[in-house]
């Protein structure tokens, strides 16, 4: 069972940036397609971002530009570099396989993001 574990959030002011990791326990990581979401209270969760194994990349249009995707096979590690944050940016931010992927593994806790002035 693939363990998720997300780090790196905080609170930043708005036009602030992060950088948010998310580390995997096993190494199927490096063969699978990931994805960046997140999830405020009462919604659903939003893809934001996906990776695949070979570095391709695809961004929803309310973070195109601003965040970045990027991942490390030989750490079993995903990243997402988030620039010029806006308040309603502010959300859980989890990973996870991108849809049309292998299934989806146990979700972490996730890494809470509050941009706030």
């Known amino acids: 069972q693939v363990q998720l574990v997300e780090s790196g959030g905080g609170l930043v002011q708005p036009g602030g940036s992060l950088r948010p990791s998310c580390a995997a326990s096993?190494?199927?990581?490096?063969?699978?397609?990931m994805g960046w979401y997140r999830q405020t209270p009462g919604n659903q969760r939003e893809l934001l971002a996906t990776?695949?194994?070979?570095?391709?990349?695809t961004y929803a249009d309310s973070v195109k530009g601003r965040f970045t995707i990027s991942r490390d096979n030989a750490n079993n590690t995903l990243y997402l570099q988030m620039n010029s944050l806006k308040p309603e940016d502010t959300a859980g931010y989890y990973c996870?396989?991108?849809?049309?992927?292998?299934?989806?593994?146990?979700w972490g806790q996730g890494t809470q993001v509050t941009v706030s002035s």
């Open positions: 996870n396989t991108a849809p049309g992927s292998t299934r989806l593994w146990p």
């Open positions: 096993e190494s199927i990581f490096a063969r699978s397609t």
């Open positions: 990776i695949t194994n070979a570095g391709s990349t």
